[in-house]
């Protein structure tokens, strides 16, 4: 039973452009959360979805980021113009139920901005 | 607005002795509580949690303590090993939101 899988792993994106984060839940789970990590920092909540829905996203930035959960397929964020202050890693973690105690997380992808 | 804080960014503990890890939040609202585990390039790994109608709840040698009083909890692990060498975070929720609330992490080094 794999665990949660994220990718890519690290990613180097340049000043204005796109960073697209890949986040495949654990197999019979249904709510994924993302989570971002600072430097020096812990981790800071940022959206809760279902299949299809967005829950919460009270973490969100409210511009340039945007998150999806499809039908089919993984768990998107999506980074929009980049800047150099998006540099941090980036974590997502999913549960079976609507449950964020019982969340299990992924590696992460550490997103680089140059 | 850091509503749960770890004031000690790093601890040094011998192996066998005990490791105490501290940490504080604001929000009296929050009634669950965890630690997770985390090594580099990893993410995090839930270690133990405890419900705020608890004040103690033990898992093998690592024990968390809840005050709920000094709003405060820490975690016991004895006796420490090298591999438990890695960064703790403490996290908090409330009943009524989806979000952990996330310290800044203690860095545990364990020295044999």
């Known amino acids: 039973n794999a665990g949660v899988m994220q990718n890519p792993r690290h990613l180097v994106r340049r000043r204005g452009q796109e960073a697209r984060l890949r986040c495949s839940p654990m197999k019979g789970h249904s709510h994924v959360y993302w989570y971002r990590q600072l430097p020096e920092e812990g981790l800071k909540f940022m959206v809760y979805?279902?299949?299809?829905?967005?829950?919460?996203e009270s973490g969100m930035p409210k511009e340039r980021f945007s998150a999806e959960f499809p039908k089919e397929g993984p768990s998107i964020l999506r980074i929009q113009q980049v800047v150099r202050g998006d540099s941090a890693a980036y974590f997502c973690?999913?549960?079976?139920?609507?449950?964020?105690?019982?969340?299990?997380f992924g590696q992460g992808t550490r997103l680089t901005v140059v | 607005d850091q509503q749960v804080k770890q004031n000690s960014p790093s601890l040094s503990v011998q192996e066998g002795r005990i490791s105490i890890l501290n940490c504080d939040y604001t929000?009296?609202?929050?009634?669950?509580f965890l630690w997770y585990k985390k090594y580099p390039a990893e993410g995090p790994t839930f270690l133990i949690s405890?419900?705020?109608?608890?004040d103690k709840n033990e898992d093998g040698r690592f024990t968390v303590f809840l005050n709920k009083s000094a709003k405060h909890l820490s975690l016991h692990i004895v006796p420490s090993q090298p591999g438990d060498s890695a960064v703790y975070f403490c996290?908090?929720?409330?009943?009524?939101?989806?979000?952990?609330?996330f310290g800044k992490g203690t860095s545990l080094l364990v020295t044999p």
């Open positions: 405890i419900s705020s109608i608890k």
């Open positions: 929000n009296s609202m929050f009634d669950y």
């Open positions: 996290a908090a929720n409330s009943n009524s939101g989806y979000a952990l609330n």
């Open positions: 973690a999913s549960s079976p139920l609507g449950l964020n105690t019982e969340a299990f």
């Open positions: 979805l279902q299949k299809e829905n967005i829950i919460d």
